[in-house]
């Protein structure tokens, strides 16, 4: 059975390149997930709305507190990510490199998704 990874894709904090420029990058990475549809390895793909959306619960005393904006400030968050199926950590490195290359210069974390 293959097992699922996690590719995590990390940006800067602001506002996202203009049109002319983001364009061409959705487009390959279009093309990136249609690839990665037929070869049966994805599993599915999220963009993420930006960290300032986000609302933080933490159960503290017997409440739950909730916190508007990012768990944690930084420079970098999760902007989407994809979860592709692989034989082994080798073929799902493969696929966070071509999708690192499309999303040059961001990185890409691969983690292994427990079952």
């Known amino acids: 059975m293959k097992?699922?990874?996690l590719l995590s894709?990390?940006?800067p904090d602001g506002d996202p390149p203009p049109p002319e420029v983001l364009g061409p990058i959705m487009a390959d990475?279009?093309?990136l997930n249609?690839?990665?549809?037929?070869?049966?390895?994805w599993v599915f793909a999220v963009?993420?709305?930006p960290p300032s959306t986000?609302?933080?619960l933490r159960a503290q005393g017997g409440d739950v507190l909730m916190t508007d904006g990012p768990f944690a400030e930084g420079k970098e968050h999760i902007g989407g990510f994809t979860v592709v199926q692989a034989e082994d950590l080798d073929e799902a490195l493969e696929w966070g490199r071509r999708l690192a290359a499309v999303l040059s210069p961001l990185s890409i974390e691969?983690?292994?998704i427990a079952t």
Do not use: K
């Open 3 to 5: 097992q699922q990874y």
């Open 110 to 112: 691969v983690r292994p």
């Open 47 to 49: 963009g993420l709305h």
């Open 34 to 41: 249609e690839e990665m549809q037929a070869s049966g390895a």
């Open 29 to 31: 990475l279009g093309a």
């Open 54 to 56: 986000a609302t933080v």
């Open 9 to 11: 894709i990390y940006q």
